[in-house]
């Protein structure tokens, strides 16, 4: 017997895949939002209802939020050609869906943020155009607290299986070496599966307010166990080559416009080279686990192995 209904937005993604087979396994029936133009591989094989809808699209919304109790909204952008793309669909675009799920009579609205929207350690808010976009999302949905429960979550650096843009890293270790920012503040990732169990928790448990919560393992990393994880998990001998800040951060400059003029993703642009080499991203979660009974689980190393795993099982990486 179902729990209830869950919307599942951004549900063909490397995380909202993971948050959708979450709430199946939690005994939710899930509606997932796709785009016409999305590849729906991630969920094949799971009991979820796909609707086509569009965070721009807000006529579209009505039959979406139809006989829905709680909203996860994880579809947004993280990379834009353009500044107004990204608060086109990180700030309206969650701003439109809340509207319109309050209006639904949705109960709970938990909206996956980024610790982005904080800003870096020690600083005075967002230092990029995606985390003002992603702090005026949450300022936006805000508005609506009162009219239905709202819990914002924000995650710091999410890897796992699914995640293409962490691969060129385990390839790169894969050749028997891995470039790092000299100097660069320590690292707090978390992995995708506690990520997807916190919303479960975040949106069935009661109700302990809107956040904003930081989301992350306990312990935080340097590059030199990054590189230990990553050559246990490849089972092999990795180099660590430091590079000065300013020539990774051109590093990062170089490959997105690269990328840009060949019309490819980028495996590295400037604003992660500048997040990695000059920012600190760690957080206390106290609150979030007195809130929701919840703590990260994969610890890194772990969290490794079980990536590298899943890549040599659909063929990214080389079997061992």
């Not at 179902?2 to 919307?7: A, K, P």
């Not at 995606?130 to 005026?136: M, V």
């Not at 070496?177 to 990732?189: D, E, H, K, N, R």
Request: proline share 6%.
């Amino acid at each position: 017997m179902s729990l209830g209904r869950t919307l599942v937005t951004g549900a063909t993604g490397f995380v909202g895949s993971h948050v959708a087979a979450a709430w199946v396994d939690a005994g939710y029936d899930v509606r997932c939002t796709v785009r016409a133009t999305s590849d729906t591989r991630w969920l094949e094989g799971l009991d979820v209802e796909s609707m086509e809808w569009d965070v721009r699209d807000f006529d579209g919304l009505k039959a979406a939020l139809r006989d829905i109790d709680t909203v996860v909204h994880v579809a947004g952008v993280t990379r834009a050609p353009r500044r107004p793309d990204y608060f086109e669909v990180n700030a309206t675009g969650s701003a439109r869906l809340a509207e319109a799920a309050a209006k639904a009579g949705v109960s709970r609205f938990v909206l996956v943020s980024s610790l982005a929207a904080r800003g870096p350690d020690g600083g005075d808010g967002p230092v990029s155009a995606y985390g003002e976009s992603k702090r005026r999302g949450e300022e936006l949905v805000r508005l609506f607290e009162g009219k239905m429960d709202i819990v914002v979550l924000r995650p710091g650096g999410i890897y796992g299986p699914r995640d293409s843009e962490l691969f060129p890293l385990f390839e790169m270790a894969g050749k028997g070496w891995l470039v790092a920012p000299a100097g660069s503040p320590p690292l707090q990732p978390v992995y995708v599966s506690d990520v997807a169990r916190l919303t479960v928790a975040a949106g069935t448990g009661e109700y302990a307010g809107l956040g904003p919560y930081p989301v992350a393992e306990e312990g935080e990393y340097r590059w030199r166990e990054v590189r230990e994880g990553l050559a246990s998990a490849l089972g092999r001998r990795v180099r660590l080559v430091w590079l000065p800040k300013m020539v990774f951060i051109s590093a990062g400059v170089i490959v997105e416009t690269v990328a840009r003029l060949t019309r490819q993703d980028a495996p590295l642009d400037r604003r992660n080279a500048v997040d990695l080499s000059r920012h600190g991203w760690t957080c206390d979660t106290t609150a979030t686990r007195a809130a929701f009974a919840w703590q990260a689980e994969v610890p890194l190393p772990e969290g490794l192995a079980l990536t590298a795993e899943w890549y040599r099982r659909v063929g990214w990486l080389p079997k061992l």
